[in-house]
């Protein structure tokens, strides 16, 4: 079993800045990447980001390409997201995601998640 924590959500103003951080323990051995999805209230959950465990490789939805960065610290353990030029369509619930198999936009492919945290930007 692999356990996530997300931290490092809250309220910003649009045009501003977070980070959120996810850290991962336990057989964290079988990740092959890490991914963030968020869901705004009434909306599905949708892909962000995604990063592999060793760092070579990342991917973006085409809405956060340019102003969200995903990264992992090797030392220790997380995946973090960088989001910069906040826009109130950012406004969801940011919830941290690992797969054991490829890496990969679609939800339905991530086999652990964490409990999540609110971004919520102004306008």
């Not at 951080?21 to 949708?46: D, H, L, V, Y």
């Not at 070579?56 to 997380?78: E, H, L, M, Q």
């Amino acid at each position: 079993q692999v356990q996530l924590i997300e931290s490092g959500g809250g309220l910003v103003q649009a045009g501003g800045s977070l980070r959120l951080s996810c850290a991962a323990s336990g057989r964290t051995f079988s990740i092959f990447g890490m991914g963030w999805f968020r869901q705004a209230p009434g909306k599905e959950r949708e892909f962000v980001a995604a990063i592999t465990w060793s760092a070579d490789d990342t991917y973006y939805a085409d809405s956060v390409k340019g102003r969200f960065t995903i990264s992992r610290d090797d030392a220790k353990n997380t995946v973090s997201l960088q989001m910069n030029s906040l826009k109130p369509q950012d406004t969801a619930v940011y919830y941290c995601a690992a797969e054991t198999d490829a890496l990969n936009d679609s939800q339905h492919e991530y086999d652990y998640w964490g409990q999540g945290t609110q971004v919520t930007v102004s306008s």
